[in-house]
């Protein structure tokens, strides 16, 4: 089976930077992806990574390696906006696209 | 284009009643997937469709959960007898393709609760 560990909350002042860890126990791996889920909301896809290095988008990055079992989610200048969960989720082989979720982190971004 | 509609947004019932929640994936994905989040938690894989494939149904909790998808596009949840420990939001999602990854389109969830 899988499961994934993430801190349960952060917070962080607008303008600052935050990183949000996952650390993942699985029997096989294809990848890492990140999603954010505002209360209430949806969960909207925000990255993959299926290799080792950092993946960048905007103000978004996302981390992996794979020998540590472990990636994160850097967010850059933060807005009020980025209040959300984020969750990190594995997919493993013999399960298509199929995820295994984190609990997810709280983040709260303070004036 | 529309998105993954869900339907109803909110349903209540009373224990031991069935209940059917109803999803509608992006036109053209071929992937389907049914998740639960209890409040404050993570997603619970529930059932996952791929295209005229046997669905991978490893993360029905019970027996008196099922689902099927109807010509490879809507899909219906069924709970039979609920319980309140049922009470969740359930999230449906889609993507174009397995095999190579793609990303989970999710629709807004129903939120059902158990009296």
């Known amino acids: 089976g899988q499961s994934l560990e993430q801190p349960s909350e952060v917070t962080a002042v607008e303008g600052a930077i935050v990183q949000i860890n996952c650390t993942y126990q699985?029997?096989?791996?294809?990848?890492l992806s990140w999603y954010q889920q505002h209360d209430g909301g949806a969960p909207t896809f925000l990255s993959y990574?299926?290799?080792?290095g950092l993946e960048e988008t905007g103000r978004f990055s996302s981390f992996l390696s794979r020998s540590d079992s472990y990636g994160y989610l850097l967010l850059q200048e933060l807005q009020m906006k980025d209040s959300a969960s984020y969750f990190c989720?594995?997919?493993?082989?013999?399960?298509?696209?199929?995820?295994?979720f984190g609990t997810g982190t709280q983040l709260k971004v303070e004036l | 284009g529309a998105g993954v509609s869900q339907s109803p947004s909110n349903k209540v019932t009373e224990k031991g009643k069935d209940v059917e929640l109803r999803c509608d994936p992006i036109?053209?994905?071929?992937?389907l997937y049914w998740y639960r989040q209890s409040l404050g938690q993570g997603l619970e894989f529930l059932i996952y469709?791929?295209?005229?494939?046997?669905?991978?149904k490893s993360g029905l909790p019970s027996d008196r959960f099922s689902a099927e998808r109807t010509g490879g596009s809507v899909s219906t949840l069924t709970i039979q007898r609920t319980q309140q420990e049922d009470s969740a939001v359930y999230l449906c999602a889609s993507s174009q393709t397995s095999g190579t990854y793609n990303e989970q389109f999710f629709g807004p969830g129903t939120r059902l609760t158990v009296l």
């Open positions: 989720a594995v997919r493993a082989p013999g399960g298509g696209n199929k995820l295994t």
């Open positions: 036109s053209g994905h071929t992937a």
């Open positions: 469709f791929q295209g005229n494939s046997a669905p991978d």
């Open positions: 699985t029997s096989g791996f294809y990848g």
């Open positions: 990574n299926a290799l080792d």
